[in-house]
């Protein structure tokens, strides 16, 4: 079992910028591919950004692609995303999560493929 907790999400004038932070407890946390989704109300869950078990490789979806940074800190078992440049459609709750496997560009952006999940925080942005 992992266990997940994000922070960081707020209220931020578009332009502005948030870091996000996810928490990993109960395992060990390099073992686990970890990526950023959000999920707006009345819509299907996204996927933002992965991030591989070393940090070696990364991919983004395009919407957010050069304005947010994923990145992660073992030794702190902790995945962080930052962005940048936040727009009003970025108004969502962000949610992290984790699987156990081999890094897969394809598999990685699909939220099926992920075993553990945490509640979400949530980011406004107003214009």
């Known amino acids: 079992q992992v266990q997940l907790v994000e922070s960081g999400g707020g209220l931020v004038q578009a332009g502005g910028s948030l870091r996000l932070s996810c928490a990993a407890s109960?395992?060990?946390?390099?073992?686990?591919?970890m990526a950023w989704f959000r999920q707006a109300p009345g819509k299907e869950r996204e996927f933002i950004a992965v991030?591989?078990?070393?940090?070696?490789?990364?991919n983004y979806a395009d919407s957010v692609k050069g304005r947010f940074t994923i990145s992660r800190d073992n030794a702190k078992n902790t995945m962080y995303l930052q962005m940048n440049t936040l727009k009003p459609e970025d108004t969502s709750a962000y949610l992290c999560?984790?699987?156990?496997?081999?890094?897969?560009?394809?598999?990685?952006?699909?939220?099926?493929?992920?075993?553990?999940w945490g509640q979400g925080t949530q980011v406004t942005v107003s214009s």
């Open positions: 109960g395992r060990t946390f390099s073992d686990y591919i």
């Open positions: 991030i591989s078990q070393k940090g070696s490789f990364t």
């Open positions: 999560a984790a699987y156990r496997g081999p890094f897969s560009r394809t598999d990685s952006v699909k939220s099926q493929r992920y075993d553990y």
